[in-house]
């Protein structure tokens, strides 16, 4: 079985300031879905978007802290060193060609542009 671990999810994991309520029962899950060897899948844009919030909230002690247990969970992950596993970040060279094409395809295909997107 496959989780996808989402911002909000690393949030409550990370105890963001202002952005988790549910530690506890977040933890909890967690050691269930290790426990039964799920696959939990970490969005390069979820970590992104993490460290974001991580910057915005709380004190500068708290978002320091924070940032110090965000930066060990994503250095372990990608180390292969936790339960956790990071998407690969796309190639430079993918990124651009996608952006060349995706101007023509947006004004052609209204909505379909965001199944590009994700493709």
Do not use: Y
């Not at 909890?28 to 426990?35: H, M, R, S």
């Not at 500068?60 to 930066?71: K, N």
């Not at 996608?98 to 052609?108: C, V, Y």
């Amino acid at each position: 079985m496959i989780c996808i671990v989402d911002t909000s999810i690393l949030c409550e994991l990370l105890e963001v300031p202002n952005m988790s309520e549910k530690h506890v029962q977040f933890t909890q899950a967690l050691k269930e879905k290790i426990k039964i060897s799920e696959s939990l899948i970490v969005p390069m844009p979820a970590i992104f978007e993490t460290g974001n919030h991580i910057g915005q909230n709380g004190s500068g002690r708290q978002r320091r802290s924070t940032a110090e247990r965000f930066a060990t969970f994503v250095r372990d992950a990608i180390d292969g060193n936790a339960p956790f596993t990071p998407t690969p970040f796309p190639d430079p060279e993918d990124i651009n060609k996608w952006l060349a094409e995706f101007p023509d395809w947006a004004g052609t295909q209204p909505h379909a542009s965001r199944v590009h997107l994700v493709i």
